[in-house]
């Protein structure tokens, strides 16, 4: 006997505490099963069997451990023993189980609120920014319409051969495509499969087989997802197409390569890989000889319904029905830039998502060391007057950072007022977003000059966010002389609306254009309110366009002969005040000598 107990009751005890963490796993692993087997459960659950699996095992064998103790060593034992053990260690186990439940409660509560987070906030950006990568790849690479008018010819030749009683080998599994082959977006290969996105060998290396990694997410299934009908498994293995992928393009030469190195040659890295891959982008789409890519160029490479999608993503296309080098260049420096702005902020957030769980981990283990002390006893009403008094020790102390966290955290993860990339403006100075934490956020200035900011302090300022903001207007004040006569002004106007309207990718259409003020009743001020087709987060490329409009308001007032000038003032002199010295010159006004000659 042991603690006179029997000792083969403690055996028992010992084999439940072995085996029933095999148990525990293979309940688990069965469960898991059922749900990766069934496809609705899998889509909506699986996320988070994964994340709480190890915790519910650690219930279902601290359970299991506890049942067992329970019937081994009831309370008949433990008045007949009069051991005050058996209560100890029935007190203990408890203190273990709440333990655990606390923790999967608090697993599976930053689960859900970190995947409704990501869903509400980057579900959109990240939605555009995959399309965009498959309008790239599919661009520049072969048209679909001649591989599949191609695979047509070889198989009519194929068909002649064998009526005309020629033998031919059997064809190999990948000599005839039932199918023309499509884009596996970020891969920079072409796959005898439906449009994936994230099957890149970067990208499936990511997720494990078991969560699907392998499996892709077709393009058309893509275009049907939104917040509401996406699942949180589904929305993981979307940022991490985004944060560990780049933008790539295929490349005809290296479809048939598998190595890294190749994978790298198709990535676009930089700016001016971008404008680089624009370039042979437009080779590749538009005729022969043409300057434009037009909307049936797009035909040949994807649907139509893709193709009208696809148009609408360049500026101006929606109108002119085309589009220019220029044009197609800035998309895909534009698409760069957010591609990477988007997994900067994916990485950042995530980041600020972990140091998250390791406060609520802190917290929580504080919360879960009081209700052991209430389980086994120990909070007496003395022990409870120490612990308060080195609390409030703790709050004087501690009571300002952890209200700092506080707000950091609900500026963060509530408010979210801006992410990384975007340009904001803060007591009156322009700065982009350079990186997120929980309690600073790193800004750059205009001339690259890194300013740090407390959240804190963040949470009690307005912020502007141009990324975040509509088409923006601009203001352009000039000023002509009051007597610039009316039909000049009129003439003035048109030249500007005209130049205006003619530029549909740049401006809407008709500005208003007012006299704002006089000034000194010799100059007239003219005040016009353009309204960009963009938001003032690219500022170069809203000073270019501003710098446009302002020579052609230039060149039209040169044209009309505007020019803001004195004009001559009649003075009359009644007299003249005689001189403090005798005039030495001798040379005196023409009407003088008129006047003494009569």
Same mark, same amino acid.
């Given at each position: 006997?042991?603690?006179?107990?029997?000792?083969?009751?403690?055996?028992?005890?010992?084999?439940?505490?072995?085996?029933?963490?095999?148990?525990?796993?293979?309940?688990?692993?069965?469960?898991?099963?059922?749900?990766?087997?069934?496809?609705?459960?899998?889509?909506?659950?699986?996320?988070?069997?994964?994340?709480?699996?190890?915790?519910?095992?650690?219930?279902?064998?601290?359970?299991?451990?506890?049942?067992?103790?329970?019937?081994?060593?009831?309370?008949?034992?433990?008045?007949?023993?009069?051991?005050?053990?058996?209560?100890?260690?029935?007190?203990?186990? +408890?203190?273990?189980?709440?333990?655990?439940?606390?923790?999967?409660?608090?697993?599976?509560? /930053?689960?859900?609120?970190? #995947?409704?987070?990501?869903?509400?906030?980057?579900?959109?950006?990240?939605?555009?920014?995959?399309?965009?990568?498959?309008?790239?790849?599919?661009?520049?690479?072969?048209?679909?319409?001649?591989?599949?008018?191609?695979?047509?010819?070889?198989?009519?030749?194929?068909?002649?051969?064998?009526?005309?009683?020629?033998?031919?080998?059997?064809?190999?599994?990948?000599?005839?495509?039932?199918?023309?082959?499509?884009?596996?977006?970020?891969?920079?290969?072409?796959?005898?499969?439906? #449009?994936?996105? %994230?099957? #890149?060998? /970067?990208?499936?290396?990511?997720?494990?087989?078991?969560?699907?990694?392998?499996?892709?997410?077709?393009?058309? =299934?893509?275009?049907?997802?939104?917040?509401?009908?996406?699942?949180?498994?589904?929305?993981?293995?979307?940022?991490? /197409?985004?944060?560990? %992928?780049?933008?790539?393009?295929?490349?005809?030469?290296?479809?048939?390569?598998?190595?890294? @190195?190749?994978?790298?040659?198709?990535?676009?890295?930089?700016?001016?890989?971008?404008?680089?891959?624009?370039?042979?982008?437009?080779?590749?789409?538009?005729?022969?000889?043409?300057?434009?890519?037009?909307?049936?160029?797009?035909?040949?490479?994807?649907?139509?319904?893709?193709? *009208?999608?696809?148009?609408?993503?360049?500026?101006?296309?929606?109108?002119? =029905?085309?589009?220019?080098?220029?044009?197609?260049?800035?998309?895909?420096?534009?698409?760069?830039?957010?591609?990477?702005?988007?997994?900067?902020?994916?990485?950042?957030?995530?980041?600020?998502?972990?140091?998250?769980?390791?406060?609520?981990? /802190?917290?929580? #283990?504080?919360?879960?060391?009081?209700?052991?002390?209430?389980?086994?006893?120990?909070?007496?009403?003395?022990?409870?007057?120490?612990?308060?008094?080195?609390?409030?020790?703790?709050?004087?102390?501690?009571?300002?950072?952890?209200?700092?966290?506080?707000?950091?955290?609900?500026?963060?993860?509530?408010?979210?007022?801006?992410?990384?990339?975007?340009?904001?403006?803060?007591?009156?100075?322009?700065?982009?977003?350079?990186?997120?934490?929980?309690?600073?956020?790193?800004?750059?200035?205009?001339?690259?000059?890194?300013?740090?900011?407390?959240?804190?302090?963040?949470?009690?300022?307005?912020?502007?966010?141009?990324?975040?903001?509509?088409?923006?207007?601009?203001?352009? @004040?000039?000023? +002509?002389?009051?007597?610039?006569?009316?039909?000049?002004?009129?003439?003035?106007?048109?030249?500007?609306?005209?130049?205006?309207?003619?530029?549909?990718? =740049?401006?809407?259409?008709?500005?208003?254009?007012?006299?704002?003020?006089?000034?000194?009743?010799?100059?007239?001020?003219?005040?016009?309110?353009?309204?960009?087709?963009?938001?003032?987060?690219?500022?170069?490329?809203?000073?270019?366009?501003?710098?446009?409009?302002?020579? *052609?308001?230039?060149?039209?007032?040169?044209?009309?002969?505007?020019?803001?000038?004195?004009?001559?003032?009649?003075?009359?002199?009644?007299?003249?005040?005689?001189?403090?010295?005798?005039?030495?010159?001798?040379?005196?006004?023409?009407?003088?000598?008129?006047?003494?000659?009569?």
């Amino acid at each position: 006997k042991l603690w006179n107990l029997a000792l083969w009751k403690w055996e028992v005890m010992v084999l439940v505490l072995i085996c029933g963490r095999l148990v525990s796993s293979w309940i688990v692993k069965l469960f898991v099963y059922f749900v990766e087997s069934n496809f609705l459960l899998r889509k909506r659950v699986l996320y988070f069997v994964y994340g709480i699996r190890k915790a519910v095992q650690n219930c279902i064998w601290l359970g299991l451990v506890l049942i067992a103790w329970h019937f081994l060593f009831d309370k008949k034992i433990e008045r007949e023993t009069k051991s005050t053990v058996l209560m100890y260690v029935t007190k203990v186990l +408890v203190c273990l189980l709440v333990a655990v439940i606390f923790w999967l409660i608090k697993t599976l509560l /930053v689960k859900v609120l970190a #995947s409704s987070f990501h869903m509400s906030t980057y579900f959109d950006r990240i939605q555009e920014s995959l399309f965009t990568q498959y309008v790239i790849e599919t661009l520049s690479g072969p048209p679909r319409v001649e591989i599949h008018m191609e695979e047509e010819k070889v198989a009519n030749d194929v068909k002649t051969l064998e009526m005309a009683g020629a033998k031919l080998s059997p064809p190999g599994p990948m000599a005839v495509s039932p199918s023309p082959p499509q884009v596996t977006i970020g891969s920079g290969r072409l796959q005898k499969i439906p #449009s994936r996105v %994230g099957k #890149s060998p /970067v990208l499936s290396r990511s997720g494990s087989k078991k969560e699907g990694g392998d499996e892709g997410i077709r393009i058309d =299934h893509l275009q049907r997802m939104n917040t509401k009908n996406v699942s949180a498994w589904k929305m993981k293995r979307l940022m991490n /197409v985004i944060r560990k %992928g780049t933008l790539s393009t295929l490349d005809e030469q290296i479809q048939d390569t598998t190595t890294q @190195e190749d994978d790298k040659a198709t990535q676009i890295r930089s700016e001016f890989e971008a404008k680089l891959a624009a370039r042979k982008i437009f080779q590749n789409v538009a005729e022969p000889g043409s300057r434009y890519i037009y909307i049936e160029d797009f035909m040949r490479f994807l649907s139509e319904d893709e193709s *009208e999608r696809a148009m609408s993503l360049f500026e101006g296309a929606s109108e002119s =029905h085309k589009i220019s080098k220029s044009c197609l260049k800035n998309w895909v420096v534009n698409a760069f830039r957010e591609r990477r702005a988007l997994a900067l902020t994916l990485n950042d957030t995530k980041t600020a998502v972990n140091r998250l769980h390791r406060i609520i981990d /802190v917290l929580v #283990s504080i919360v879960i060391i009081i209700i052991w002390l209430l389980i086994l006893g120990i909070a007496t009403t003395k022990f409870l007057l120490v612990l308060s008094s080195q609390l409030l020790l703790v709050v004087f102390v501690f009571g300002n950072s952890c209200k700092t966290i506080f707000e950091a955290v609900i500026f963060v993860f509530v408010m979210h007022p801006f992410d990384v990339g975007d340009r904001c403006e803060i007591d009156g100075v322009q700065m982009v977003v350079e990186e997120m934490n929980i309690l600073t956020t790193v800004f750059l200035r205009f001339d690259n000059q890194k300013i740090v900011y407390p959240n804190s302090l963040l949470g009690n300022k307005p912020i502007a966010n141009y990324y975040r903001s509509p088409d923006m207007q601009d203001t352009i @004040e000039f000023f +002509v002389h009051i007597v610039t006569p009316p039909e000049k002004i009129t003439a003035l106007k048109q030249r500007i609306l005209s130049y205006v309207d003619n530029k549909k990718d =740049h401006w809407h259409p008709s500005p208003m254009i007012v006299f704002r003020d006089m000034f000194g009743l010799n100059s007239v001020k003219i005040a016009m309110w353009p309204t960009h087709k963009m938001n003032h987060q690219d500022m170069g490329e809203r000073f270019v366009r501003r710098s446009q409009l302002l020579e *052609e308001i230039g060149r039209a007032c040169r044209d009309l002969d505007i020019e803001y000038r004195l004009y001559p003032l009649n003075i009359n002199i009644k007299s003249i005040p005689p001189p403090a010295t005798p005039i030495i010159s001798d040379r005196i006004p023409p009407s003088w000598n008129q006047q003494r000659n009569a």
